[in-house]
């Protein structure tokens, strides 16, 4: 039995299996911290908050990435990995203290796409960062 674990099919469909529990897991979170609900916003078309999802996404996934590529087991995996997503919301609230001249959450809200944009690019970019340091 212990050989069907050390398969590698098997080791690569745990390591997807848990990247998606914890990629759905930090998207509640971020649902949580923003002012708006990001499904309900995407489901009417909202594009800045569409981009910003999507980035919050790309990012998760690429810490996950190195996460997995960088530690040989699930549970260094899991642990880099939420190191990485609690990087990537403190980012988040930096973001949004370093514009004081508007919120954020309700830019983004309104549609703004050019700050959807940014809240794009900053969370994939910061992933990079963060993800090389895993």
């Not at 609690?86 to 983004?108: A, G, H, N, W």
């Amino acid at each position: 039995m212990s050989d069907f674990w050390e398969n590698e099919l098997v080791e690569i469909a745990a390591y997807y299996s848990v990247a998606v529990l914890c990629l759905v897991l930090f998207l509640t979170v971020f649902e949580l911290v923003t002012a708006y609900k990001n499904w309900e916003e995407i489901q009417k078309g909202n594009l800045a908050v569409a981009m910003a999802t999507g980035g919050k996404i790309l990012g998760i996934a690429n810490v996950f990435q190195h996460s997995i590529s960088q530690h040989n087991s699930l549970l260094q995996m899991i642990g880099w990995g939420v190191y990485g997503f609690v990087m990537l919301l403190i980012s988040y609230f930096i973001f949004e203290f370093l514009t004081p001249r508007f919120k954020i959450d309700q830019e983004i809200e309104n549609d703004n796409r050019a700050v959807g944009f940014i809240s794009f690019v900053i969370s994939v970019g910061l992933s990079f960062v963060v993800a090389a340091g895993i």
